[in-house]
């Protein structure tokens, strides 16, 4: 009975060894497969990123995890690890995340700030975005919608052209916020600098850019140029 029973026990030992190799074969196999899928899913995130750059729009985390579904939160981040990664070294955007609430994405590309850029050279509607962020520090954070229409206006720009960019779009990308005037009846509109802008330019960059459109030196600003020099300094010392 000993020997069969020794027997019985020796002639499992190979059965369940095969079984453990095969256990670690197929473990192997699917962190190979895993790897694999990463790659591709991180060429399909850097691809929605670039497609969602040519519109200047946020994109949400939300939408992001909808290209990897049921991805763990380990591998999200490492998605989002490698595609920042290869949007700086390829194509120098920056990939910034806004607070973990917010839930949202945005590239930076910082190369080309726009006191470098002659304003014959930018876009019309840059040269819009530009204006009114300006026009927005230039009021001390904070300038009602008819001010913002009538500044337009003088410089050439009809604003019944550009109102659904500033209202619609530019807030879509979130580098305007629009706050309704308390007790304003119709309802009136107050810009201020949204989340992007405060990231992607500095008070001294929108100064020197309006500068040159008005032709007039930055420093004639006076403290609103000198409190943009001090902010720019606090920005690089951080």
Same mark, same amino acid.
């Given at each position: ?49 670039? @497609? ?39 194509f120098g955007y920056l990939l910034h995340e806004f607070d ?5 994405y945005v590239l930076l590309n910082q190369v080309i700030m ?98 040159? @459109? ?25």
């Amino acid at each position: 009975m000993s020997r069969r029973g020794s027997s019985q026990k020796q002639s499992s030992q190979p059965s369940q060894r095969n079984q453990s190799q095969k256990a670690n074969s197929s473990q192997f196999q699917q962190t190979a497969q895993e790897i694999i899928d990463l790659d591709r899913v991180v060429a399909e995130v850097i691809q929605y990123f670039l @497609i969602m750059e040519q519109k200047k729009f946020p994109v949400k985390r939300n939408d992001v995890m909808k290209l990897v579904p049921g991805i763990s939160a380990k591998n999200f981040k490492t998605v989002i690890a490698q595609a920042q990664t290869y949007l700086d070294d390829v194509f120098g955007y920056l990939l910034h995340e806004f607070d973990e609430k917010s839930g949202h994405y945005v590239l930076l590309n910082q190369v080309i700030m726009p006191e470098n850029l002659p304003h014959q050279d930018l876009s019309e509607s840059n040269t819009i975005l530009f204006l009114t962020l300006s026009a927005i520090f230039l009021s001390e954070g904070c300038i009602g919608e008819d001010e913002v229409w009538n500044m337009l206006d003088i410089l050439g720009y009809k604003p019944e052209n550009h109102k659904k960019l500033v209202t619609s779009d530019f807030v879509r990308q979130l580098y305007i916020n629009l706050e309704v005037i308390p007790q304003s009846d119709p309802p009136r509109m107050n810009f201020t600098w949204g989340e992007r802008a405060t990231i992607e330019f500095t008070k001294k960059e929108i100064l020197a850019f309006a500068a040159k @459109i008005y032709g007039q030196p930055p420093e004639q600003f006076g403290t609103l140029w000198n409190l943009a020099d001090k902010e720019d300094k606090a920005r690089e010392a951080n």
